[in-house]
């Protein structure tokens, strides 16, 4: 009988697995505002990325503040590949890291291990 | 609280279990105290050590993400919190497991942080070439100003001994600057007015002044470091295989944990605590940090390794191409040859021949005349004044010199005088040989030959020998003429010549070439960049403008054909240790989580949690070693 309910019990847990992590699940999604000609976005650094898409507006200067409260030492760096920025982030202390807003396009961010994702959608000013 | 200070405290309270381990089979040492001696440590161990992995992972399953952090977690709870169930129940505890998981855990990421920070000080290093401070001429007066104060047009004294604070244009002074810092190139250079100097490079013999022309980040070395730092952190198409195991990695290791413990505790009808040990075992081993590991450090240690010896590797995409390069193809101009003709054969009485010419050369503004004066310079000669100096187009010049008719040009100019049969063979040798013939002659007749050649730089037999070690097809791209551009490339041992390519053509050319193999382009000039663009690998070299720059995957700061065939081996080098890093990282996991599963305990393979995590720590410390290594890579053997 317990041996009937370990089994059920382990395959429960990996159905919860599958479900919560394979699966897909909405993102946290953030658009700058503008002000005084400077886009700002604040990014909360624990457990990956919040918000984990963010969308400036092309042209105009943008500041990503991150703030890492999460002390692995998976999330201390954060790599944005295509801009040459490989910025530490000290735990609990916000880094603004400027981001050039010339070119549109997706760009992504990833910790320095890889292992976790984020996403910068830079739009065209015309599509506004 | 530091990993340092975790460590440290998981390592002295792990220390008496251990002493345990290794005590209680050989004279039945205790603890005193026992379970509750060891419950203490580890619940302190726990609540100090490892409670940030568990808040890591609880702040990464919030989002759906498991990493690293959660399988530690997983682990290192399960085995405390199921012995203290055991020690309520009477049964066989593991606190040790959670202890010293923790404590190698924490080792693992201690020596792993100072690895990481060595991969990366490349740039630290090149940034700290930057003079602090520039002796400038403000109101007459020259002043000691911090860097950033230094203005494009500012005039700027560099004393011996000083470091040149930006880049420049000499205007008094003579001195030999030593650039071996940015590039990379190991002789002193002579500066005299008119020359460019480079900031950060060392002013060692005499005193200078020049004239700033680009300052902050437009100076040559903050271009480097610029370039360095996209590099360095750019990302190899290699590492998207990882990026996509790297999501779904560590969900199916704890589905692998689930697996292994109801197969051996309903299946195998082990005990409960057997069962749960096999499955924390699965759970510490896996290590997804030496996967997400193996691509970024070598590639960090490559490119810097590369922007110490001159070579300036781009991206990782660069890095990748050039490892599986077919053909190599040089522009010919000022990339094979100097880009400048010299003298190469005097025929007839060196003196008399040379002074003639150079005498008359003086007042002529062909390209060739610069030869001949620098062979006159050079052997010390001094020039004649000449009179009723006539230039007769397309064919040369003539004047009287001291009382007698000289003349200097070409075969349609000679044809005017009588030659010897002896010269006229001579001159034969010398335009088979791929060389301009210059006849000089006096009176009505031709008195010597003048052979002009733009040579191959000595390097570069040496270079392309070294290139076709590598198993690489080279080839030369030129406008000159068939005969002239297999001259020279016979000299330097080229395998395949493609001459009267115009320079607009030159792109075209490479794709041609590309359909056989990936393909690289070795130029200079602006006129190569859409060449350099082409290519799979573009390399543009030496005094390189900033148009050839833009273009080239690889930019070689040294004008030395070396650099190509170091800049290809070091590629090849960091890709390979990228490759390996992978093979070891996956490896690792693929054998190490059955071999914790308890697939082979059957021949009596197992490992203890304890073991599982020591081997977990060492994995993503030996990919990141092995990365640092690379770093540790002779010059002389990258060719």
Redesign the interface.
């Known amino acids: 009988m317990t041996?009937i309910i370990?089994?059920c019990l382990?395959l429960v847990?990996?159905g919860l697995?599958?479900w919560?992590?394979?699966l897909p699940?909405a993102t946290t999604t953030a658009t700058a505002q503008v002000q005084d000609q400077q886009q700002v976005v604040d990014v909360q650094v624990?457990?990956?990325y919040?918000p984990?898409t963010v969308v400036l507006r092309q042209g105009i200067p943008a500041v990503l503040n991150f703030r890492r409260?999460?002390?692995?030492?998976?999330?201390d760096h954060v790599?944005?590949?295509d801009?040459?920025?490989?910025q530490a982030l000290p735990q609990n202390q916000v880094v603004p890291i400027k981001i050039d807003t010339q070119t549109a396009g997706e760009y992504s961010w990833a910790c320095?291990?890889?292992?976790?994702?984020g996403k910068l959608i830079i739009q065209a000013a015309q599509e506004e | 609280m530091s990993l340092k200070w975790r460590f440290g405290v998981s390592l002295i309270l792990s220390l008496p279990m251990v002493l345990e381990m290794v005590l209680h089979p050989l004279i039945h040492w205790m603890l005193p105290g026992g379970n509750w001696t060891m419950l203490g440590l580890t619940t302190i161990i726990m609540i100090i050590s490892a409670r940030p992995f568990a808040q890591s992972a609880w702040a990464a399953f919030k989002k759906h993400h498991a990493n690293m952090d959660t399988l530690v977690a997983v682990g290192t709870t399960t085995a405390y919190v199921y012995s203290i169930y055991a020690m309520l129940t009477h049964q066989a505890v593991f606190f040790e497991s959670a202890a010293l998981v923790t404590t190698f855990v924490l080792l693992g990421q201690v020596l792993e942080e100072r690895m990481r920070s060595r991969a990366s000080t490349a740039l630290e290093k090149l940034m700290d070439l930057q003079a602090q401070t520039a002796t400038v001429q403000r109101a007459d007066q020259w002043v000691e100003l911090p860097l950033n104060e230094v203005q494009v047009g500012d005039l700027i004294q560099v004393k011996p001994g000083a470091k040149i604070a930006v880049d420049g244009k000499v205007l008094t002074g003579e001195s030999t600057v030593d650039e071996a810092m940015v590039t990379g190139e190991s002789m002193p250079a002579l500066k005299k007015p008119g020359d460019q100097v480079i900031g950060a490079t060392i002013n060692t013999t005499g005193t200078l002044t020049f004239q700033a022309q680009k300052v902050g980040d437009q100076t040559m070395l903050a271009q480097i470091v610029e370039l360095v730092r996209k590099a360095q952190n750019s990302h190899a198409p290699i590492q998207k295989l990882t990026d996509q195991v790297s999501n779904f990695f560590v969900p199916i290791v704890l589905i692998i944990a689930i697996i292994t413990y109801l197969i051996w505790y309903l299946g195998l009808n082990a005990s409960n605590a057997q069962a749960l040990i096999f499955a924390v075992s699965v759970v510490v081993i896996a290590c997804p940090c030496a996967l997400g590991l193996a691509t970024p450090t070598a590639l960090m240690v490559g490119t810097g390794l590369g922007a110490k010896l001159g070579i300036l590797i781009k991206n990782g995409e660069v890095l990748e191409a050039a490892n599986d390069l077919q053909t190599v193809v040089f522009d010919k101009t000022g990339t094979i040859t100097q880009g400048q003709p010299t003298v190469t054969d005097i025929v007839g009485d060196t003196v008399q021949v040379l002074q003639i010419a150079a005498s008359l050369e003086k007042l002529s503004e062909h390209p060739l005349a610069q030869a001949i004066l620098q062979a006159a310079q050079q052997q010390h000669l001094s020039l004649a004044a000449v009179t009723n100096f006539q230039t007769h187009t397309g064919q040369g010049v003539t004047a009287d010199l001291a009382g007698s008719a000289t003349f200097v040009g070409n075969h349609r100019l000679a044809a005017n005088y009588s030659i010897s049969d002896q010269l006229q063979q001579q001159a034969q040798v010398l335009e088979a040989a791929a060389k301009t013939v210059i006849f000089v002659g006096q009176e009505q007749q031709v008195i010597g030959l003048i052979a002009i050649q733009d040579q191959p730089k000595s390097e570069a037999a040496a270079a392309i020998s070294a290139l076709k070690k590598q198993g690489l097809q080279t080839v030369m791209l030129t406008g000159d003429n068939q005969v002239v551009a297999q001259a020279i490339a016979h000299q330097v041992g080229i395998d395949q010549v493609i001459a009267g390519v115009l320079p607009t053509t030159k792109a075209q050319q490479v794709q041609h070439l590309q359909q056989q193999g990936k393909v690289a382009f070795v130029g200079d000039g602006i006129n190569d960049a859409p060449a350099l663009s082409a290519a799979d690998v573009g390399i543009a070299m030496g005094s390189g403008t900033d148009i050839a720059i833009e273009a080239g995957g690889i930019v070689l700061t040294k004008n030395d054909l070396w650099g190509v065939p170091q800049a290809l081996a070091l590629s090849r080098k960091t890709f390979q240790r990228i490759k390996l890093n992978l093979f070891w990282a996956f490896i690792y996991n693929i054998l190490g989580i059955p071999i914790a599963a308890g697939v082979f305990a059957g021949f009596g393979w197992t490992l203890s949690p304890e073991l599982a995590g020591l081997a977990m720590a060492f994995s993503s410390l030996s990919v990141v070693t092995s990365s640092v290594l690379l770093g540790r890579t002779k010059l002389e053997k990258l060719t």
């Open positions: 041996k370990v089994f382990g847990l990996i697995i599958i919560w992590f394979l699940h624990a457990g990956g919040d984990e409260s999460d002390p692995s030492s998976c999330l790599v944005f590949p801009f040459g920025i490989n320095g291990m890889d292992m976790f994702h």
